[in-house]
């Protein structure tokens, strides 16, 4: 592994199932995100997390939750998903300690119908 | 709350010619940091420059600069010699210096015409 990896890379799901996207990354990040990309809203922040064990809700929190019980992983899952969930998910980490640059995985085009 | 604005939904360009994609911004704070990030067709977003608002000098990576002009807080970014790898979604982002969540912009589609 080298970077961050999403899975699954896209996925069509039925309104109601429940869903886990994965994020995985191997830099020893503290920080990591997880965005939603819709067509002319660019990326929105979901949720976040600082360390493992902590985290915080971001612009658009409502249907989604995460955990990081460590300091590499950080999955998203939607309990019941709906279309309006439909989007484009990126996970993406940064070390506070460095540049402030934030580092994207591949992405995960998830469809609700 | 701070926002960031690209106003130009698309853009073109003639290959070898100079573009440049417009973002301003809206924040209270004196220290933060600008971003401009390119998503090509294959979805990955890539970290094209960084601007951190305590320096007055613009950044430059190669054929990629930005104007920043902290007053007016606004943060273009020219791209010379376009060439037809550099087609792609543009976005813009905020982050502030207190915390590390990225404010993104709407994007800019850049069209590079041979």
């Known amino acids: 592994i080298a970077g961050i990896t999403q899975a699954p890379t896209s996925q069509i799901l039925a309104a109601g199932r429940r869903m886990t996207l994965r994020c995985t990354q191997d830099m020893r990040h503290n920080a990591m995100y997880w965005y939603r990309q819709d067509l002319g809203l660019g990326l929105r922040l979901i949720h976040y997390?600082?360390?493992?064990?902590?985290?915080g809700k971001g612009e658009v929190p409502d249907g989604y939750s995460v955990s990081r019980a460590n300091t590499d992983d950080f999955p998203l899952t939607l309990a019941s998903a709906v279309p309006s969930q439909t989007s484009v998910y990126f996970c993406?980490?940064?070390?506070?300690?460095?540049?402030?640059?934030?580092?994207f995985g591949p992405g995960t085009r998830l469809t609700v119908l | 709350a701070q926002t960031v604005t690209q106003s130009q939904p698309e853009m073109s360009v003639q290959e070898a010619e100079t573009v440049t994609l417009s973002c301003t911004y809206d924040?209270?704070?004196?220290?933060?940091?600008l971003f401009w990030y390119k998503q090509p067709p294959s979805r990955q977003m890539i970290l094209v420059i960084r601007?951190?608002?305590?320096?007055?000098q613009n950044a430059t990576e190669n054929r990629f600069s930005v104007n920043f002009q902290k007053a007016a807080k606004s943060f273009s970014l020219k791209i010379s010699d376009s060439q037809l790898g550099d087609a792609a979604m543009y976005f813009c982002?905020?982050?502030?210096?207190?915390?590390?969540?990225?404010?993104f912009g709407t994007g800019t589609r850049l069209q590079v015409f041979p």
């Open positions: 924040t209270s704070e004196s220290d933060y940091y």
């Open positions: 997390s600082n360390t493992a064990g902590t985290t």
């Open positions: 982002a905020y982050r502030s210096a207190f915390t590390d969540k990225l404010i």
């Open positions: 601007q951190e608002a305590y320096k007055q």
């Open positions: 993406a980490s940064s070390d506070e300690r460095g540049n402030n640059e934030q580092f």
